[in-house]
């Protein structure tokens, strides 16, 4: 019985980053000069991709260079022809992905050097030369060490590739901001690829309602993954349904319909399967940030593969409740939370996506005359503060006078954009309907509300 295995590789990746060079040349390529030929597992990719580095160096790089320099070189048939090199640039997603396609070759690469130096410490093994066994088990350690320090190397070039992406960018903020149809918030943008924006609340202000409302209204044009570490998928997915069809939440749990919510019911039901693709749910207790980033690797790999766009942003529903890396498990809650926060922040920039994290908010507000909620606010972490790129903060004006006698509820919900960097800070109102967790604009126009911060008289 054979035990070959093949090696790993990803060919809709490799096709895909040579076709995004191919389509934009101009000064990516001075980047991907130190991302060698051998990341690539085929052989016409390694070829393709040397050429390619080739003319960057000593002449004018496009398609038509390429084609032209493996007819002289008389590789132009081994590699397919011209009209592969015109199909790889035809498949391209987009071009601001190329830093998931070069992770996805780059890991595959080293996973592949990785088994390349575990036949050698078997060969080895079994065939030591000589050699005393303390030597070869420094050898070793000295090759995945090497191994390693290369992984570092790449991961700072990948850091470096973001920043040239966006001085290609004729409008880099217009271009990944991702609408909701709320228009204040819009107008703000509050959700923007490469960004991380917090979502803080006191209980059972509509923190899980607003996320879940800004994900029926975004999954109709971007890709999102929902981390729920506190409700089940059912649980969401009930809540979406009696917002998308306006029937009670109480109504579907119990399916008492009558026959006019039945018939919004089933017509919610085919609007969410129009836009299944777009809305991943990922449920369950204490996933770790290594978790979320191995779905989130997994699920756009998966859609290279099938050709579809990849994740434009993840939600984390919520902060606390993620779980922590084991080596800080000894140390201060504090501290635990402030290495969650710098890592979601990374991810937001590495993986080029809106990530959202939904956060409790300390009882402090809840002691002020005034119970408008402030950033220092939020929970436990004075580092998630400092790492958002946006904060929002909810407030519900109906829960803090539900039990006054003449007080009718104005089913408002109050959003606060305290931070909100490099943009205007600023508001809005929408109006929540409790019974289906629906929320929606109040005003159509793109004005703010005025608001009064705490401390305003």
Not at 153 to 160: K, M, Y
Not at 167 to 196: P, Q, W
Not at 328 to 350: F, T, Y
Request: charged share 25%; with cysteine; net charge negative.
């Amino acid at each position: 019985m054979s035990n070959f295995r093949e090696l790993p590789y990803c060919m809709e990746a490799e096709q895909a980053l040579i076709g995004v060079i191919l389509l934009n040349p101009i000064r990516i390529n001075e980047m991907l000069k130190n991302f060698i030929a051998d990341c690539f597992y085929v052989e016409q990719h390694k070829i393709i991709y040397k050429k390619i580095i080739d003319i960057s160096k000593n002449g004018e790089l496009n398609v038509v260079s390429v084609i032209d320099s493996l007819q002289k070189d008389k590789q132009l048939d081994f590699c397919e022809g011209a009209d592969y090199l015109y199909h790889l640039m035809r498949s391209v997603i987009a071009t601001a992905n190329i830093k998931v396609y070069m992770n996805v070759i780059y890991d595959n690469y080293i996973l592949r050097k990785l088994i390349e130096h575990g036949n050698d410490a078997i060969e080895l093994a079994h065939n030591t030369l000589g050699k005393n066994v303390n030597s070869i088990i420094e050898e070793n350690i000295s090759n995945l060490q090497n191994l390693k320090n290369n992984i570092d190397v790449t991961t700072d070039l990948i850091d470096d590739l973001n920043e040239v992406i966006s001085l290609m960018a004729s409008d880099t903020i217009k271009n990944n901001t991702i609408t909701t149809g709320y228009h204040s918030l819009d107008r703000l943008g509050c959700f923007v690829k490469g960004e991380l924006s917090v979502i803080g609340a006191r209980p059972s202000m509509g923190k899980t309602a607003f996320v879940l409302n800004v994900c029926h209204q975004i999954m109709k044009h971007s890709s999102i993954i929902f981390f729920s570490l506190e409700m089940s998928k059912t649980q969401l997915l009930i809540r979406m349904l009696s917002n998308v069809s306006q029937v009670k939440k109480d109504t579907i749990e119990k399916s008492t319909y009558s026959e006019n919510d039945f018939d919004k019911f089933t017509d919610a039901i085919e609007l969410l399967k129009k836009y299944n693709d777009n809305l991943i749910i990922r449920d369950g207790k204490m996933l770790s940030i290594s978790e979320i980033t191995s779905t989130i690797t997994s699920v756009n790999l998966d859609r290279i593969k099938n050709k579809k766009p990849l994740i434009d942003m993840i939600v984390i529903d919520y902060f606390s409740l993620l779980a922590t890396d084991p080596q800080l498990m000894k140390q201060p809650e504090a501290m635990q939370l402030a290495e969650n926060s710098k890592k979601l922040a990374k991810i937001s920039k590495e993986m080029n996506l809106s990530v959202v994290l939904v956060a409790q908010l300390n009882r402090n507000c809840e002691a002020r005359v005034n119970k408008k909620p402030m950033s220092s606010d939020l929970k436990g972490c004075g580092q998630l503060e400092q790492d958002a790129d946006v904060v929002m903060l909810l407030y519900r004006e109906d829960y803090y006078h539900k039990n006054e006698d003449g007080y009718e509820d104005n089913n408002h919900l109050d959003i606060f954009v305290e931070k909100n960097r490099n943009r205007k800070t600023g508001g809005a109102k929408l109006y929540f309907d409790m019974d289906t967790q629906s929320i929606s604009n109040i005003f159509h126009d793109t004005k703010d509300f005025s608001y009064d911060k705490v401390g305003d008289k």
